[in-house]
């Protein structure tokens, strides 16, 4: 399996206009050298419904085979809750139903492959013993419904970052789906520091560009981005400005990038524009207790039925984002990992599932990255920032 992934590795390079020549061992070894970790995948909204994690599967992303062949070092599963959840205050119900799937489904089912992880210090144990360590972040703040006592039980369940907001505004923080640009209130003050004392990284992915910069002002540790990639390379909301990217790798935090096509190329964000009346009239038509990842899969199939076909990115384009991040900022140290798998419709030629991480390896490789600096975007950055969370426990 893994000589073929390299062999396709090999192929996909083709569309890079190479600045060095790499091997098949090379490649290999450099990707052997890192811990891999991706800060965002939504395969848990269909194993909550029963998908078995450890089946290979041609309708997901994700599963247990392909993680193995792409070399995968440590996952953070989302705990993702739809706004729709703050209706008759259900959120934190979901919430639990979904560290149950990770915890349950995933984690106890397969005990030989994942390695519970909480602290950076876990996920090299998890390595040592050749498992992939697992852990959570909730995505959508409104999970806590307004309790900081609330943050802390998710604490204790596991959860070791929160995406402050989805595309829903919360009582407390702004969305980047809502164009009011809503900041932090006196309450979502109180949740960062509330993070930062119990030892939870703030993730502001999803949120808008006032609670950014609110979250910057008031967090006493790095936060992060979880799944956002540049908005000068494709301008929607949920990707991060210059002055934002810059502003967090001062602060010392990491932007993770995601892998949709609307967040990689300004052709696909376009597209997906266009496309997006049609998308969410067939999605309103569906069976609501369908996973939203396979919504979107059935969607998009009906579209291109239709003749409406998504403009996909490429794995250039995630280069682009990679090195843009780098010119930015004069570092990698910035950059990381959050493909958003199995929660986007549409992702990349040459990097559409988990076992295809090898082709992104070599394209690094090609355009100059050293092994060192291919090991902190993959690792060794998020592994800092949890390490600086993990330092900052205690503190009022």
């Not at 599963?63 to 792409?70: E, L």
């Not at 492959?113 to 013993?129: C, H, P, S, V």
């Not at 967040?263 to 939203?292: G, H």
Request: glycine residues 8%; contains cysteine.
């Amino acid at each position: 399996m893994i000589t073929r992934l390299f062999a396709c590795a090999a192929l996909a390079s083709a569309v890079f206009a190479q600045t060095k020549s790499v091997s098949d061992a090379e490649v290999r070894r450099v990707h052997r050298s890192t811990i891999l970790i991706d800060t965002h995948n939504d395969i848990t909204s269909r194993t909550v419904q029963g998908l078995e994690l450890g089946k290979p599967s041609t309708r997901t992303h994700t599963d247990i085979p392909r993680m193995k062949a792409g070399g995968m070092g440590a996952q953070f599963f989302a705990v993702y809750v739809a706004g729709s959840y703050t209706e008759g205050n259900r959120s934190a119900y979901r919430a639990l139903e979904m560290i149950d799937t990770v915890r349950h489904d995933i984690i106890a089912r397969y005990p030989n492959d994942f390695l519970f992880a909480l602290t950076a210090d876990d996920i090299l144990k998890a390595r040592k013993q050749g498992k992939i360590a697992a852990l959570m972040g909730i995505e959508g703040g409104h999970a806590i419904e307004d309790s900081l006592r609330l943050l802390r039980q998710f604490y204790n369940l596991g959860i070791r970052y929160m995406t402050l907001t989805h595309s829903n505004t919360n009582n407390w923080a702004g969305s980047s789906g809502d164009p009011k640009n809503v900041g932090l209130s006196d309450l979502g003050r109180q949740v960062v520091r509330e993070m930062n004392r119990i030892g939870m990284m703030v993730d502001v992915s999803h949120v808008s560009d006032k609670t950014f910069w609110d979250v910057l002002e008031v967090s006493a540790v790095p936060p992060f981005a979880s799944h956002s990639s540049c908005r000068a390379l494709a301008n929607i909301p949920r990707n991060m400005t210059d002055e934002m990217i810059v502003a967090l790798a001062k602060k010392g935090g990491v932007a993770q990038i995601n892998f949709g096509c609307e967040f990689l190329s300004q052709k696909s964000a376009d597209a997906s524009a266009a496309r997006r009346p049609v998308m969410q009239k067939i999605m309103a038509e569906m069976d609501t207790s369908l996973p939203m990842g396979d919504r979107r899969a059935l969607a998009a199939k009906k579209m291109e039925e239709m003749g409406m076909k998504p403009v996909r990115a490429t794995l250039a384009d995630i280069v682009a984002h990679i090195e843009h991040i780098r010119k930015l900022t004069g570092s990698v140290d910035a950059i990381g990992i959050g493909s958003d798998f199995d929660g986007v419709g549409c992702v990349p030629e040459g990097l559409s599932d988990v076992s295809q991480f090898p082709n992104l390896t070599r394209a690094l490789l090609e355009k100059g990255y050293t092994a060192e600096e291919i090991r902190k975007i993959y690792g060794g950055n998020l592994l800092r920032v949890m390490r600086a969370v993990e330092g900052g426990r205690g503190r009022s």
